[in-house]
């Protein structure tokens, strides 16, 4: 069956799905949307499940953003699992912010090396079963600036394929069972006019993990990222959003902490991991348009590169992405959306279905 008639079906399950309403207590109502997953992306082909999340406002509103709590199980025709939780909370009036994360993963892949002057025929498959735990918890010290404490750990396995075994010495560092665990902290500036899709406003997150033996991490390294976003009003409800994305390793890092270039949201269009190095570098820019009814569409574009340390910005290098999407807001009050993109790079396109915004 040709692909767009399952994203048809997937939209059509998802308005009859969506925007369930429930009561939220004294604080105000909740807002569920649960739905079948149907989607399809380079890095996973066809894929089926179910996923909700569920909109709760902890707090008076229009004094404290809407907390959400998602989760998602699906299964690919490349024989990938995937299921995780995510929450992102906000309580005290927004002076106290806590954001979670558990997902487990059994997934073949592709590692096309380290740099980003790799080739397509570049390409090692390998299966990843791993299962990844992260929590944040902040305060807020000045209006709309968060400071507090991050917590990860990672722990996977690369599987052996039955057919042939992985390159001796390969960068995919054999198949037996390793972790890292990192301690860090995190500042954020958060001045949106409301979370899932803002019209106005500043976003500023800066964020360091230390990973140490110290407190069970094989591998002794540091994380450090930066993510800047602008959104600009425009007439008639368009808005121009622009993020730029920095990300630098130090120290050393499993390949598969490396910063990496494609996916659904940084640099659509190219394969998740096309390319990957020490450090990373993105411009995005998407420009919003409200169409009729819950319907809008956007075009996106985004400049960027991997590169092998923080100070080397290879801009005779860079790489580019260009799309365009539909958008279907399924709660109107929140502003949380579907969204339907295809990105397009020099050589590739892919397709992209999911819930909220890329940034």
Known sequence: MNRRWFFCLYIALCLTFSGLPLRGGENGDANLIAAPI????????????????????????GLTHPSTISSAVYFTLNKQVVGNLKSDIYLSGNRINLQGFFEYRKYPDKFFGIGNQTLPTDATDFTLKSWEFSHTAQIMVLP???????F??????????????????????????????????????????????????????????????????????????????KYLPGFFGHVLALRLYLEGNMGDPPFLTLPKVGGSRLMRGYYTGRYRDSGLYALQAEYRVPLFWRVGMVLFGALGNVVPGPGDLLLHEVKYSVGVGIRYTFN????????????FTGSDSATYLEAFEAF
Do not use: C
């Open 38 to 61: 149907l989607f399809y992306t380079p890095e996973t082909t066809l894929s089926m499940g179910a996923a909700g999340t569920l909109a709760l406002q902890l707090g008076e509103t």
């Open 144 to 150: 709309d600036l968060y400071l507090g404490g991050v």
């Open 152 to 229: 990860r750990y990672y722990n996977w396995m690369i599987l052996e394929p039955k057919d042939e075994p992985l390159p001796p010495g390969d960068l995919l560092e054999g198949t037996g069972q390793k972790q890292i665990s990192g301690l860090g902290v995190q500042a954020t500036w958060d001045s949106r006019n409301r979370i899932f899709t803002p019209h106005q406003g500043w976003y500023l997150k800066v964020q360091g993990l230390f990973y140490h033996s110290g407190w069970g991490s094989d591998y002794n390294f540091s994380n450090l990222q930066l993510d800047l976003r």
């Open 332 to 343: 109107r009050d929140k502003g949380m959306t579907l969204r339907l993109d295809q990105g």
